[in-house]
């Protein structure tokens, strides 16, 4: 039989004759990586994470899906990750806020982690510069809202001071910020009445939260016959054009403009009437899942660091061309 100390010097020699074939990076073969999203359910999230799956199994690795809807769910689903073996995530994070917490869980088991959409801050606010980042160019893809959303008043030959805005803000999130901010001054500039945009702060981004933010804003300000509505996605803006609805305005009332360009407005396209929902700016789901998931990938098994920060632009999408668009951006 084989004693104590003599399995103990075999042990101990088998991981030394292993050493030599060990690099700095992990092997090709045997990669794990997660994709932890903020919303699992939305289409948005659906695709990047299938955009991830299959680059995964087209390059030989492995990638874990995994919902991460706040702090704590983000955390079991890292250590999850861990006793998987993973070498590190891609994260689109519930709260930007956490990403100090976040970082200090993947440093601890030594796993790289990379941001998609939503970037983290640090506790001043100012953005983690040393977590690498793909997200929108939030600004130049919300101006392109506000100069649809102008285009669509004058094409309807509204009087711009008797149109009243509905922004759905979200000020917590940055990028969110960004989009709305882009689209109020693009608005302004061409001309619309900054008094007559009204706020409607969402607690979250999506279609409910939005539709609970929207619904109080429409019975106070009746005075307004005409509407537009925009806010950081396209969920939340169909969530204002419902409250619309609800409070009894029609498609013609109604200039709805979002962005992402996921199955939530390749729905609201397909209904065989027209809705206040008159397009979105679409971004490549596809292409963000993807790339995030390769730069990670590189990271890991060639030690090259992701930029900083990549910016995407988009592109509009309506009713009339949207099959058209979806097909474009690969979605
Ligand atoms: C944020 C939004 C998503 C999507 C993404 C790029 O996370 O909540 O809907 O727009 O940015």
């Not at 092997?27 to 995964?56: H, M, S, Y």
Request: include cysteine.
């Amino acid at each position: 039989m084989l004693s104590l100390s003599k399995l103990r010097t075999l042990v101990i020699g088998a991981s030394v004759a292993c050493l030599p074939l060990m690099s700095a990076h992990a092997a090709k073969e045997d990669i794990t990586l997660g994709f932890i999203v903020k919303k699992p359910e939305q289409a948005w999230f659906i695709n990047e994470q299938r955009a991830a799956t299959e680059l995964g199994k087209k390059d030989g690795f492995e990638v874990v899906k995994l919902s991460g809807v706040d702090g704590q769910e983000v955390l079991s689903a890292i250590d999850n990750l861990h006793s998987q073996g993973a070498q590190g995530f891609v994260i689109c994070p519930p709260d930007v806020r956490l990403g100090p917490v976040i970082k200090r869980r993947a440093d601890q088991y030594d796993m790289k982690v990379v941001t998609v959409d939503d970037r983290f801050v640090n506790s001043d606010g100012d953005p983690m510069k040393g977590v690498p980042h793909l997200g929108m160019s939030g600004y130049k893809i919300g101006q392109q809202v506000g100069n649809t959303i102008a285009e669509q008043i004058k094409a309807r030959g509204w009087d711009m001071d008797d149109v009243a805005a509905l922004r759905i803000s979200n000020y917590e999130l940055p990028t969110a910020k960004e989009r709305t901010d882009g689209a109020t001054d693009a608005l302004v500039k061409a001309g619309f009445n900054k008094d007559n945009i009204f706020d409607a702060p969402q607690q979250n981004t999506d279609t409910s939260s939005a539709f609970a933010a929207a619904s109080p804003v429409f019975s106070k300000q009746s005075k307004f016959k005409h509407w537009v509505i925009y806010a950081l996605n396209e969920e939340s803006v169909l969530g204002g054009v419902r409250a619309s609805e609800q409070y009894g305005l029609t498609a013609d009332d109604v200039i709805g403009v979002g962005i992402n360009g996921s199955g939530a407005a390749f729905a609201e396209f397909s209904r065989e009437k027209p809705t206040g929902f008159y397009g979105t700016i679409a971004v490549s789901s596809t292409m963000h899942g993807r790339q995030s998931a390769l730069n990670l990938y590189n990271w890991v098994t060639e030690g090259e660091k992701p930029p900083a920060d990549t910016q995407t632009t988009g592109k509009l999408m309506t009713r009339d061309n949207w099959q058209q668009v979806r097909d474009e951006l690969g979605l």
